[in-house]
């Protein structure tokens, strides 16, 4: 039976929160189901089946725009981190190494280093899939004008090793403040110069860990760390997380009303016939 580490820190990762829970659980499925170099031949029917739900693709896609790179045509995913996390630096003189080694050489995943370096035609070129069990017929129309939104939204370069959209510099400034945003880019413009290192997406990058490096570096500074926003997974509110949704635990105030009066009803009954 394999053994792999699990990233237990993913659930304070802002992209993993705003997750639903089928998605979580596609997740764990396809990091436990991808190969020992990170990579998972697509199966729909088999995750919808352990999963125990539909998956409509346009939603999956959506939700891990930035965590996966396709391969053949979309028959295959390249989980972007999963060969960091589980091997840190490859080495070829070690025999647990050499298998994902080899399967990534295969796709040209790796540079001259064993680093994990992603082909430029995998970067830019638009991305095909195979379409999922439960997703049906496509209107061919239904994506027209798309291009033309995201085109509004310009990649731009903020040092010299990172990149990213307008919209994401926002997000990001928004979230951290403007020095502390200065700060992570920073963190990571010097951490890709000095090992070659690319990512699909810089903004995904900085949420995945260069946020965690930087209220560590607050910490050993004696600064206060600003408390991260939660969001609830069930109704999409602020302040609180899927499992204190009081809508979802409480539900309809009116119908609990009535259940409690029932069971007290229940309970007078019952004592009048003793």
Known sequence: MAKRFTDTEKWKRVWFMELSPVHKCLWSFILDNCSTGGIWEVNWKSAEFHIGAKLPLEAVREAFSKQFVELDGGKRWFIMDFVNFQYGALNQNNPAHKGAIKELQRYSLLDDELSISLPTNLLEAPSKHLPSPSEGTKDKGKDKGKGKEEAKDKIERVSEFVSMSTGEIGKLT?????????????????????NGKRYKSDYRAILNWVVGRLEEEEAKKGKPVPKRASYCDK????????????????????????????????????????
């Not at 999409?236 to 029932?262: F, L, M, T, W």
């Open 235 to 274: 109704c999409g509110e602020e302040g609180h997380q899927g499992y204190k949704c009081p809508k979802v635990r409480y539900g309809d105030p009116n119908k609990a009303a009535e259940g409690i009066r029932s069971v007290i009803e229940s309970l007078k009954l019952q004592g009048g016939e003793q």
């Open 174 to 194: 928004e979230m951290l403040g403007e020095k502390r945003y200065r700060r992570a880019v920073e963190i990571l413009d010097n951490y890709k110069g000095a």
